[in-house]
T-cell receptor, first 117, second 116 residues
Framework: KAGVTQTPRYLIKTRGQQVTLSCSPISGHRSVSWYQQTPGQGLQFLFEYFSETQRNKGNFPGRFSGRQFSNSRSEMNVSTLELGDSALYLC????????????????FGPGTRLTVL | AQKVTQAQTEISVVEKEDVTLDCVYETRDTTYYLFWYKQPPSGELVFLIRRNSFDEQNEISGRYSWNFQKSTSSFNFTITASQVVDSAVYFCALSEATSGTYKYIFGTGTRLKVLA
């Protein structure tokens, strides 16, 4: 079974631009979560989607948004990029069978490394 | 508030030594989940274990073992007979419901270096 895939793997943007990252979950997984990893703040939870609905959300500003499609693929969008948004963005998928993707076993993708200049 | 503390920033051991990585958590809920992940230099987080708050049984998987103690709010991870391939950053995480929604909190990670 193929693992979680994320595209692109690397991205360079400038301040003020917006960016869209994509995540394809493991086949059969209905929950997708997004995380940001930076040297200063560590790993932080952004949000979780299940059946096209955002169920859980971390403490990030509204510039960070996401969506999930009917095939469970998910996209994350960051608008008006700031230098501090430079990070590794990780996506994880889980079955969601327990009713909550954040309590299930999550499988992570390789991440998208975003650099904001 | 939820909190996960991994006090050991970096640990170095010589191959074949045993090593324990500490994880202490704070939560007000009686139902929560704890996780351990490994992040090798490639960057991808690898799931190691999931434990819910009602299951305090310790677990062993090959050279890996976990000691969950609710009385001390700890979920420690031991690698027996460490190997160079165990070199990575290890993260402990907590999932807990707050006001009906779940949050996922990672510790700051412990960098393990296993020297040949």
């Amino acid at each position: 079974k193929a693992g979680v895939t994320q595209t692109p793997r690397y991205l360079i943007k400038t301040r003020g631009q917006q960016v869209t990252l994509s995540c394809s979950p493991i086949s059969g997984h209905r929950s997708v979560s997004w995380y940001q990893q930076t040297p200063g703040q560590g790993l932080q939870f952004l949000f979780e989607y299940f059946s096209e609905t955002q169920r859980n959300k971390g403490n990030f500003p509204g510039r960070f948004s996401g969506r999930q499609f009917s095939n469970s693929r998910s996209e994350m969008n960051v608008s008006t990029l700031e230098l501090g948004d430079s990070a590794l963005y990780l996506c994880a998928s889980s079955l969601g069978a327990s009713g909550n993707g954040l309590t299930d076993t999550q499988y992570f993708g390789p991440g998208t490394r975003l650099t904001v200049l | 508030a939820q909190k996960v503390t991994q006090a050991q920033t970096e640990i170095s051991v010589v191959e074949k030594e045993d090593v324990t990585l500490d994880c202490v958590y704070e939560t007000r809920d009686t139902t929560y989940y704890l996780f351990w992940y490994k992040q090798p230099p490639s960057g991808e987080l690898v799931f190691l274990i999931r434990r819910n708050s009602f299951d305090e049984q310790n677990e062993i998987s090959g050279r890996y073992s976990w000691n969950f103690q609710k009385s001390t709010s700890s979920f420690n991870f031991t690698i027996t007979a460490s190997q160079v391939v165990d070199s990575a950053v290890y993260f402990c995480a907590l999932s807990e419901a707050t006001s009906g929604t779940y949050k996922y909190i990672f510790g700051t990670g412990t960098r393990l270096k296993v020297l040949a």
